[in-house]
């Protein structure tokens, strides 16, 4: 017997009503973004934070929300121990995070090893009042470190062997969410 | 672009692709955002260490490998020939060696004999990079130098580059042709004939006797230092007659009609290649070189000790 193990778990309506409970819990907890500030984690944070912060924008009419991205590659406890190269992306950040509360955004928190370089990450531009993180999917019982989300849209369990893979309509074509064997098409 | 670099060592800009050079500028621009930061450090090489060899003098490059290295967490050690065993006869490979044998992963070459990188590459099982090799290459140098100037014309495809000065003796010059054909620009070489090589048309790169010629052609002029140290006997009449014939002055500038973006590798002659009133005219990028040769660096190392 087969099993079909690529599956999508989220299609878009789905993800849109997420997103919506997302932006709707963000501004329940920050108000007016006065004093907080949105970090997405390069490279699939990025699109995730520009749909968060615009749903911000027309569902509640906040203006002026800093979004920022940061690139986590230089900070990862990895280097040398993967045979790919970790290669870097634009990290670009033009307002100062000290004693602002931070919203990290990614689309999948797996083992939390990515959140604990981006924490690292974040301190060189200044010391936060506080760090919050919000993702998309948490992959629960799959963490390596004691990191958890104060968001998440979706929680998901999974094997190890299996990859969550969020898919965005402006980059993929589609909106949605799969599961997939790792090395397995999708 | 790769995402990994064609080669384990860097000798030379010859060994490298176009695509190895795009890499480094891509990964160059992250660095170069980091060292910018007010808190300058990232972990990367927190478990390299780095040997510096420097067996000839150097400023510019010594302070600016060592700073890229402090800035990417690596352990660092010094060494330079002058207050070491070399003087008691220790041979290079052995000197390396023993360096080696203290568990050091990457080693930083300057040297005074062409070649001693790649021979060193050859005979030991370490990452080299080359810091300058006689009048070989000094590949950092010509990447900072590509770097700075395709952030400045967004693309160095189809520009034209002339390099003046000491062609003969200069590493800088032969890894910048390099570099800058491989990126698809127009080389031409100026200065005096005794200080060009007889074979330099078969690099791809034409020769200028004429400085204003040259100028009225060029995007960039590459200027070089006049090498005494390495030079045996006399190759022009005076050093006054040789600023007057290649050294850049406000008054050729003048005579320009348009723009031209001036670099030097440093250390400069004063008033021999450029003149003072040019240096301090904040028309050249020259200060632009060396903050970029901290980032080139830093990428460099990164994506070489990413494959050890």
Known sequence: MSVDLNRKILDASKLTLILDRLASQLFENHNDFSNTVIIGIQPRGKILSKKIKSLLEINFGIKNIKLGFLDITFFRDDFGREKKVLNANKTSIDFIIENKTVVLIDDVLYTGRSVTAALSALQTFGRPSKVELLSLIDRRFSRHLPIQPDYCGSQVDAINDQRVMVKWKETDGEDSVYLYIKNNGK | ?308
Not at chain 2, 35 to 51: C, E, G, M, Q
Not at chain 2, 202 to 217: H, I, Q, R, S, T
């Open chain 2, 1 to 308: 672009m790769g995402n990994k670099l064609s080669v384990s060592n860097l000798l030379g800009i010859k060994y490298l692709n176009e695509s190895d050079i795009n890499l480094i500028f891509e990964t160059a621009r992250n660095f170069k955002e980091v060292i910018n930061r007010k808190i300058k450090k990232v972990p990367s090489l927190r478990d390299i260490t780095i040997a510096n060899l420097f067996f000839e003098d150097s400023t510019r490059t010594k302070i600016s490998f060592e700073l890229a290295q402090k800035r990417l967490s690596a352990d660092v050690i010094n060494f330079s020939s002058s207050s070491s065993s070399i003087s008691k006869g220790e041979t290079l490979s052995d000197t390396v060696n023993n360096i080696l044998s203290m568990k050091v992963d990457m080693v930083i070459l300057r040297h005074p004999s062409p070649g001693a990188s790649v021979f060193l590459a050859n005979n030991i099982d370490s990452c080299i990079v080359n810091a300058g090799d006689g009048c070989h290459e000094h590949p950092t140098q010509a990447l900072l130098d590509s770097f700075t100037l395709n952030e400045k014309l967004s693309q160095l495809n189809g520009k034209k580059i002339i390099i003046v000065g000491d062609i003969l003796h200069s590493r800088v010059a032969l890894s910048n042709i390099f570099v800058f054909k491989k990126l698809g620009a127009e080389v031409k070489v100026c200065g005096p004939k005794s200080l060009i090589p007889k074979f330099i048309k078969n690099l791809g790169v034409d020769y200028e006797p004429n400085l204003e010629k040259a100028l009225n052609w060029c995007d960039v002029a590459s200027m070089l230092r006049v090498q005494n140290e390495r030079m045996s006997q006399s190759y022009f009449p005076s050093t006054r007659e040789y600023a007057k014939e290649y050294g850049l002055d406000k008054e050729k500038l003048l005579k320009l009609d348009k723009k031209i973006i001036i670099t030097h590798p440093g250390p400069i002659n004063r008033g021999v290649e450029l003149s003072s009133d040019v240096i301090d005219s904040g028309k050249t990028v020259i200060l632009d070189q060396v903050e970029n040769g901290v980032a080139i660096r830093m990428a460099v190392m990164y994506l070489l000790a990413s494959r050890l």
